[in-house]
């Protein structure tokens, strides 16, 4: 318990330095100092800067999964699910983007390294998205032919819109609110069995 403290502590106090000063400007040595712990401590639980900054990712998806997943439970009709995990998986990216301050820079940088991280995390996001069109699928809502491959277009969309929607360039001028009743009708005529 106390390892994992004092890891948790390492990796906290990155954060706040490479959204603070960006990742470039921030040392090992800065990340020792800000956590009170030696450069021995920091070296025994992370190899280079890298690795604590793939950690610091890692931290950020898993507080993001945590979520979308509360989401996922929430009773609702598998459309209005949908509709709501895209909207959540977009906030909280944006909002996990934004709380690093500099790290945003990096982050687009460097998107492979981002990309590597994401890996398990966009498997439970998969997940997600595909439980849900089961559920619609079960219930006689949704007319799906091949499940996995519209798990994977919705998933790659809403990995798709991440970036405009970070930057504010969806929708441009747009209500967020407005934009929900436009993906519900995209995903109504993509996916509801027509009577």
């Known amino acids: 318990m106390p390892q994992l403290k004092t890891r948790m502590l390492l990796i906290d106090s990155a954060r706040q330095l490479f959204a603070k000063q960006g990742f470039e400007n921030t040392t090992m040595n800065d990340i020792a100092e ?21 950690a610091v990712i890692d931290g950020e998806l898993m507080r993001i999964s945590s979520t979308f997943l509360a989401v996922a439970r929430k009773q609702m009709s598998p459309l209005d699910k949908l509709v709501e995990l895209i909207f959540a998986h977009l906030s909280l990216m944006k909002e996990a983007v934004e709380r690093n301050g500099n790290l945003r820079a990096k982050f687009f940088r460097n998107i492979w390294q981002v990309e590597s991280v994401r890996k398990k995390y966009d498997k439970k ?49 747009m209500n967020i609110n407005a934009s929900r009743p436009i993906v519900t009708k995209i995903l109504k005529r993509t996916l509801m069995r027509i009577y």
């Open 125 to 173: 996001e998969h997940d997600i998205f595909a439980k849900v069109l089961e559920e619609g699928v079960q219930k006689g809502d949704f007319e799906v032919d091949d499940l996995i491959f519209y798990t994977d277009i919705i998933q790659a969309c809403a990995k798709g819109l991440e970036v405009p929607y970070i930057f504010g360039r969806l929708g441009v001028g």
């Open 34 to 54: 800000a956590s009170g712990k030696g450069r021995r401590t920091l070296y025994t639980y992370f190899k280079s800067k890298e690795e604590v900054y793939s």
